[in-house]
């Protein structure tokens, strides 16, 4: 199985331009969007060479693990919510682009898993990865919490709710 990495890079125009596309780094190959992140061993794909920055952080949120992790196949994800501001100008930007950053889609909809709260947009992009586990907390924690995956491994920033 190919795994589709662009998914999980920011689109074409996000400012960062090394969020735009995967990289290669230690014989892996990774792909972020700032929010969730993917590393996979290396497959001689096209990819981008990293900062020395950029690596250095790599390296370090790639150090974190966590005691439990569920199969990402047991968690209940509901389907996608519409955007219902779609094509209305009060919940447009300046350039015309919609709150949903003209996905369609709600981007706030989350799922709970244990204490930590994930948008379900990331959720189901793990769940979509072979075997996915995700790394379980019963204590509500902002810091980047770990996936598994057959052949490679991220991390998921959770979200932030009151
Ligand atoms: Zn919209």
New binding site residues.
Partial sequence: MTIDLNKFCGGENEIHSYLRQPFRHNGQIIATNGHIIISIQDDGREASTPTKELTDLVDKIFTRTMDTYAPVSGIYIPEAEK??????PD?QDEEGV?????????LHQNVLVGATTFARRYLALIAELPNAEIGVSVDEKLWQVPFRFDGGQGYVMPMRVR
């Fill in positions: 955007c219902k501001h779609c094509g209305n919940y919609c709150v949903c950053d003209d996905t369609g889609f709600v």
